[in-house]
């Protein structure tokens, strides 16, 4: 069934189409709300309560972009309200010893997603929706500073928090393992 005709029909509140839509784009929706999730079970009621709201407010959807993109959003923003502003207060910040380097470890280039989607999930909240929503979802600072009602600079200090925090993280799991 194709795109349009599943919109059309979860419109009209069909159920075989709402199933159909359901069934088609869970599996990527679950890898977006993955990416905010601390665990898999997490992400599945993320997921969940996305689709609710995908099949309740599909009748105001316009085709003026991508249906993708729009229920990607839906997702995105889902997973972000179970995290408040007061979430980037709490961050440690335990990276005064981290030192920045050039060097790309030969383990980076080798890593698989499901390798690096553990180590991003290993960030604490804040850092870890910054981080994807700038480097995966392709969000600008100031765009992220208006999902997550914060300032543009938190966003790109977040971010850079995040970076370096995963980069150790990495370094540390690679000596482990030599």
């Excluded at 159909?20 to 969940?48: C, F, G, N, W």
């Excluded at 085709?63 to 709490?90: C, N, P, Q």
Aim: charged share 25%; hydrophobic share 40%; glycine share 4%.
């Amino acid at each position: 069934m194709d795109e349009k005709t599943i919109i059309i029909g979860c419109q009209k509140q069909l159920p075989k189409y709402q199933r159909e839509l359901v069934h088609k784009y869970s599996p990527m929706l679950l890898t977006v709300a993955r990416r905010y999730a601390y665990d898999k079970s997490y992400a599945k009621d993320i997921l969940q309560e996305a689709l609710v709201k995908i099949l309740k407010s599909i009748v105001k959807y316009e085709e003026m972009g991508s249906f993708e993109a729009w229920i990607r959003k839906i997702v995105i923003h889902t997973a972000l309200k179970y995290f408040d502003k007061s979430s980037f207060k709490k961050e440690f910040s335990g990276l005064d010893n981290v030192k920045p380097t050039n060097d790309i470890p030969s383990a980076f280039l080798k890593m698989d997603v499901e390798y690096l989607m553990n180590h991003i999930n290993k960030l604490p909240i804040g850092y870890n929706q910054v981080f994807n929503l700038y480097a995966i979802e392709g969000y600008s600072h100031q765009e992220i500073g208006k999902m997550l009602n914060i300032g543009e600079s938190t966003s790109r200090s977040q971010l850079a928090r995040a970076r370096k925090l995963l980069q150790a993280q990495i370094l540390k799991a690679q000596k482990q393992t030599a």
